[in-house]
């Protein structure tokens, strides 16, 4: 399960950080990273602070977007130290986290994204995940550089699986269950735009109905069976609308 968990950096300043975080990565046995946007990378610097974890710095995927980054994944877990508008399914406790990502990643890649050193993830940015995850923290003084951020979550999956490893019994997700990649999600996204719109549901004062409804079907976790039912009946409903079954 933790080959499938892949740490995204998203538009990393100091190079630096992402050794530390390639180090906090290794010590937890995790090795999938990939970096969005990064202000300097490859860097001497990323590679001093990495340590012993330099591979996972050499074997770094640099990719132009988030969309790019989790496309292929079934749940995108956004670290943010702040709720934001949309109404994401949201982790108070890290531990809570672990145990949904490792379930998930019985069948399919998990990514768990951290934002900008000073500035975190934008709304947009949270927009492409499927959770959000908090670390409690003094709330006079909550403030972790990103490194520590990563090592922590990283600690709490390393933890749950261990935890795993260590049963005998070991849970198998029915394939029915099995939750979209983000890429499925999104074409979902699309095409019930697309029926909101021919059907003249989507008007000047229902500016916000397309985003709340899509945080609404994003709460509901539903499974790749479950989307593709609603995508029928989108069909059935609007048969000139998209409908690209990708």
């Known amino acids: 399960m933790l080959p499938r968990i892949r740490i995204v950096l998203v538009q990393t300043f ?113 927009r492409c995940c499927t959770h959000q995850v908090s670390i409690p923290a003094n709330p006079d003084y909550g403030i972790l550089n990103l490194s520590q951020a990563v090592q922590i979550l990283a600690y709490e999956l390393h933890r749950a699986w261990r935890t795993r490893h260590q049963s005998s019994f070991i849970y198998q997700t029915p394939g029915e269950a099995t939750p979209p990649t983000r890429e499925q999600f999104s074409h979902f996204q699309r095409h019930l735009h697309d029926v909101m719109q021919k059907s003249g549901f989507l008007s000047q004062p229902h500016a916000r109905t397309e985003e709340q409804l899509q945080a609404l079907f994003t709460r509901a976790e539903p499974s790749r069976k ?14 000139d609308a998209s409908s690209d079954r990708s």
């Open 14 to 126: 100091h190079p630096g950080n992402i050794g530390a975080a390639a180090r906090a990565m290794k010590t937890m046995g995790l090795a999938e990273l990939v970096l969005v946007n990064p202000r300097a990378f490859p860097d001497d610097e990323a590679t001093r602070l990495a340590a012993g974890a330099g591979d996972v710095v050499a074997n770094a995927r640099v990719v132009a977007s988030l969309d790019e980054a989790v496309s292929d994944c079934v749940q995108v877990i956004g670290a943010s130290a702040r709720l934001r508008s949309l109404p994401l399914p949201h982790f108070s406790e890290p531990d809570a986290m672990a145990d949904s990502a490792l379930q998930n990643a019985q069948s399919a890649p998990v990514a768990l994204v951290f934002g900008r050193e000073r500035s975190g993830l934008t709304a947009e940015e949270i």
């Open 226 to 239: 479950e989307l593709s039912m609603l995508r029928g009946l989108l069909s059935a409903l609007h048969p």
